[in-house]
């Protein structure tokens, strides 16, 4: 099993819609989780954190639940400008306080007129 | 601006050649990671350094070689052991005091002829 699973899409959806991707991790030690946005041929840039609480940034929502250990974002209202893959990115903090950060393969969104 | 600078940004090479990218952050970041990213792929963890003058192998080092003389710099040589060294590789950085968020260069795109 994959540290991090993502379902590679492509997600297909026209403008306005409201789209959500989940991601599935394995290390039940895993500590912090982020939704980064990648564009084509471009490096990855943090979207957002996601949070305990589950946590808003204007139209995008991240939730995480550690029970079933999945994270979710929801993209509400989306725009042709949302076009890109989105990758989760799971964080284990290492003894002597460094990072181990595990990608996954990303989800590909295309909104589309 | 603070931030990470990769170059080249564009490198092609022949079979058998050794082949060294630069990485330079002026973020005061502690922790420096090396990525490789192949088409349709998430981003795959070649090494990592948390401290000057130490660096570790993350899941793909084969191939691979690193030095971290300098906090700021963070070269990967990719040498002509490396089967299949054709792909998009990413350096990024991060406080070692921080939960994980990353901080990408812009990436150098290798190509072996």
């Known amino acids: 099993r994959k540290e991090v699973e993502q379902d590679p899409g492509p997600f297909n959806v026209p403008e306005g819609a409201t789209v959500a991707f989940n991601c599935t991790y394995s290390n039940s030690a895993s500590q912090s989780f982020f939704w980064y946005r990648q564009d084509c041929r471009k490096e990855p840039k943090l979207l957002m954190s996601?949070?305990?609480s589950g946590n808003e940034d204007g139209r995008f929502t991240a939730q995480l639940n550690r029970a079933s250990q999945y994270i979710s974002l929801l993209i509400r209202d989306s725009k042709l400008s949302d076009s890109a893959t989105y990758l989760c990115v799971v964080n284990i903090i290492l003894t002597g306080g460094g990072n181990k950060l595990t990608f996954g393969t990303g989800t590909q969104l295309k909104v589309e007129l | 601006d603070g931030g990470i600078t990769q170059s080249p940004k564009y490198l092609f090479r022949k079979e058998g050649q050794n082949v060294t990218l630069s990485c330079e952050q002026n973020?005061?970041?502690?922790?420096m990671y090396w990525y490789r990213q192949d088409p349709g792929q998430g981003l795959r963890l070649i090494y990592y350094s948390q401290i000057v003058n130490d660096f570790q192998k993350g899941d793909i080092a084969e191939g691979y070689s690193v030095s971290r003389e300098k906090k700021e710099s963070f070269p990967l040589t990719v040498t002509s052991a490396q089967k299949n060294p054709t792909a998009f590789y990413l350096c990024?950085?991060?406080?070692?005091?921080?939960?994980?968020?990353?901080?990408f260069g812009e990436g150098s795109r290798l190509t072996v002829l």
């Open positions: 990024a950085s991060t406080d070692r005091g921080n939960t994980g968020e990353l901080f």
């Open positions: 973020l005061n970041h502690d922790a």
């Open positions: 996601v949070y305990s």
